[in-house]
């Protein structure tokens, strides 16, 4: 938790909680009052009202369902700009909701050429005591209510913003947590028995005669984490399914599995209780049951999704976390199935199929194995985020290897994925993700990197360790490690350390331009190429970390939310030193937007630059077609093929910090000549000449991209 979400929660008329218990919350019967007070609040409530706005309602069958239309909603919205409210510093007379509606904003994000906002949560979250809000201890990932949390605004004002939004032809794209919620009033009716609001969750209660199994709970909480040698005696009698075979957020002594107890809890009907509950994430995330014959889990998280497009006026939403969904012992094997579960996999397309139904769109945050998201887009979510090629161009940028990365894009079409259903995201909400399932999955598999044979695992493992010596073995950076998955940081910062500039704070206008550039090569990769391209308010100013000395209460958070920092991409608050939510500034080397778009060489002017380039062409319903060898470690080249017969593009890039020049084979252009439309360099138009056995030469400057149409 931060002091600083607490005292903004104050400030907005909720009352902050340290988290403490007192006995009389938990160990006496609840009175009538309290009950109908949790019940007024909790989500499976509010779906019963929200359900009337649909249930036998013509607006039910207006739109098709069964299939994913992931090309209608890259028509709908190709280029998006992804929100992180925390991180928003908003007008002084304005909420973040009203920020973010700005025509000034819209009109800025119109004008570059962003066609989506994804706002991230912005769903109450958190938990309860008593009747006391707790704030959230996850990034706003442990939703507990739907409304908006009032820390950002009101949900009238995010209707206005839908509103606003549509008049530039900009789609407001939501957030589902459909895996698990905070400990917010429905997980206290389920633990006081109330109803059947348990069969919301994996919960288990515990015999009392088996409550020594579980140990007493420290003083100030209402759980303990139960270590594994518990959690396989609960297995063994019978309770649970036992240890999972991922846990995330491990942490010695404070979460060594996901699974832990309640103190005891006294029901309506005055009997004592405790329970086991299962959390993937943690303990303040109990995990949703999808698989209960009160189907309250679906009943929620369909609510949310009628709430959002039909109430707040989203036209898409991303399912957080989904392949999640299920939990099974497995009898005779040491962890229990949950990553990538069949129950996952039909949860996962009820919800898309719902969000279709009501005439929506989604996407999915689904790190898994290609061959699994395969499975997953079957009838599922109609996009995905591109965690496949992050790991390897995140590689590239730091250390100017792309071999990794041409695997990578070998393996997706082998794979027979096509590229144009995935979400190419420079910063999202996350830290910077460097987790490559595939490979590890794949990890005794040979793959050929740079002429040598080497196993996935040897490859994932490589590459992580090169990375992570280039990107913090410099005293002068604030960039952290999140575990084994990634750097908590920015795409900015991270381009800093990539280039070994000794003191990012203090910048020479040519050190500034160096970042830029390689800042901007990430984008090209990811923009040009087939899907959407989305890119965050940390990439459009260019914001570096927070220093450690900045951040005060924030450091007790986990890394992946506290060094990033806030933003300001209008200047309208300029004197603000932190967001509404307390989070400090960043440096931002670009500057506001409106700064940005009266020069031609800043970031966003190049990124106009690039958007008109990719609309012209219509390099987003592209297909991929080939990835050639190359001589040099630091290039990357894509043979795409353009839709409706209108010819083929080349995208180039050369993350090597030399010049190169390449020859290049592709008989598919055999006789044509290539025509530039777009570089890195803002180097004029120039054509090559393509020979008649489809070899032409490719010059590429240091850290430099271009891309090419066919005539």
């Given amino acids: 938790m931060h002091a600083s979400d607490s005292k903004a929660r104050n400030t907005s008329g909720q009352a902050g909680s340290s988290g403490q218990v007192t006995p009389e919350q938990r160990s006496d019967q609840p009175s009538a009052d309290y009950i109908q007070w949790l019940e007024s609040r909790s989500m499976l409530y509010q779906a019963e009202h929200l359900s009337d706005l649909i249930a036998g309602k013509h607006l039910q069958w207006r739109h098709a369902y069964g299939h994913p239309r992931p090309q209608d909603f890259v028509r709908a919205a190709s280029v998006w700009f992804t929100s992180y409210a925390k991180a928003i510093i908003s007008h002084p007379d304005k909420s973040v909701l009203q920020t973010l509606g700005s025509k000034e904003l819209l009109s800025t994000f119109h ?203 989203a036209s898409g939403l991303r399912l957080d976390a989904n392949p999640l969904l299920g939990v099974e012992g497995r009898p005779g094997l040491d962890k229990s199935w949950v990553e990538g579960h069949p129950l996952a996999e039909g949860g996962s397309n009820m919800i898309a199929m719902m969000i279709r139904k009501l005439g929506g769109y989604s996407f999915q945050e689904l790190n898994q194995p290609l061959e699994n998201l395969k499975r997953f887009i079957t009838w599922g979510p109609d996009l995905s985020y591109d965690f496949f090629t992050r790991p390897p161009y995140l590689y590239a940028m730091a250390t100017g290897d792309a071999g990794p990365l041409r695997l990578m894009l070998r393996l997706i079409q082998k794979e027979g994925l096509d590229q144009g259903i995935l979400v190419h995201a420079l910063q999202n909400h996350d830290e910077l993700m460097f987790d ?45 490690e999140f575990s084994n998955l990634g750097f908590c940081g920015t795409l900015a910062g991270f381009a800093a350390a990539a280039l ?160 190169v020049g390449e020859t290049i084979r592709l008989p598919q252009l055999a006789g044509k000549s290539l025509r530039l439309i777009f570089s890195t360099h803002r180097e004029k138009a120039k054509g090559i000449q393509i020979s008649d056995d489809g070899s032409f030469s490719l010059d590429l400057g240091p850290i430099q991209g271009e891309v090419f149409v066919a005539d």
Avoid at 153 to 170: E, P, V
Avoid at 451 to 478: H, L, N, V
Avoid at 526 to 540: E, I, T
């Fill in 111 to 313: 004008e570059i050429g962003i066609e989506g906002l994804h706002t991230g949560p912005m769903r109450r979250a958190g938990g309860i005591t008593g009747r006391k809000y707790t704030s959230s201890i996850d990034g706003l990932f442990d939703r507990i209510e739907l409304t908006i949390d009032p820390l950002f605004g009101t949900d009238d004002q995010y209707k206005r913003m839908t509103r606003a939004a549509k008049q530039f032809d900009i789609a407001v794209i939501g957030d589902l947590v459909p895996a698990h919620t905070g400990k917010g009033p429905d997980f206290r009716l389920a633990e006081r028995a109330y109803k059947n609001y348990e069969g919301l969750y994996v919960m288990v209660e515990i015999p009392q005669e088996d409550w020594e199994l579980l140990g007493s709970v420290p003083e100030g909480d209402d759980s303990v984490n139960l270590t594994l040698e518990t959690v396989q005696l609960l297995e063994n009698k019978g309770y649970i399914p036992g240890p999972l075979e991922c846990i995330p957020f491990y942490d010695p002594g404070i979460k060594d599995t996901n699974w832990s107890a309640t103190d005891t809890v006294t029901g309506v009907d005055g009997r004592h209780r405790r329970w086991v509950y299962l959390h993937v994430f943690k303990d303040g995330q109990p995990s949703l049951n999808w698989l209960d014959p009160t189907f309250g889990a679906q009943r929620i998280v369909m609510a949310d999704v009628v709430h959002a497009l039909h109430v707040l006026g």
């Fill in 500 to 659: 070994g500039i000794p003191d990012p704070y203090n910048m020479t206008p040519s050190q500034k331009s160096e970042v830029q550039r390689l800042h901007l090569l990430a984008a090209t990769f990811n923009a040009m190429q087939p899907g959407v391209f989305a890119l965050s308010g940390w990439d459009l100013v260019g914001a570096l970390e927070v220093q450690p000395e900045d951040l005060s209460s924030w450091m007790e958070d986990d890394c992946r939310w506290m060094n990033r920092g806030a933003f300001d991409l209008m200047g309208v608050n300029s004197g603000a030193n932190a967001s509404r939510s307390g989070l400090p500034r960043a440096a931002a080397i670009y500057g506001t937007l409106p700064e940005q778009l009266l020069d031609p060489n800043s970031f966003a002017s190049q990124l106009e630059r690039m958007f008109r380039a990719r609309k012209a062409s219509r390099i987003a319903f592209s297909k991929l077609i080939s990835v050639p060898e190359v001589d040099s470690r630091g290039v990357v080249v894509m043979l795409l093929q353009r839709p409706e017969d209108l010819g083929w593009m080349i995208t180039a890039l050369n993350f090597g910090r030399e010049p």
């Fill in 436 to 480: 490559l399932t595939h490979l590890r999955k794949h990890g005794d598999e040979k793959f050929s990197v740079n002429g040598e044979e080497m196993t996935g695992r040897a490859i994932y493992d490589g590459m992580y360790e090169r990375a992570k010596d280039k990107i913090m073995g410099s005293e002068a950076t604030c960039i952290r």
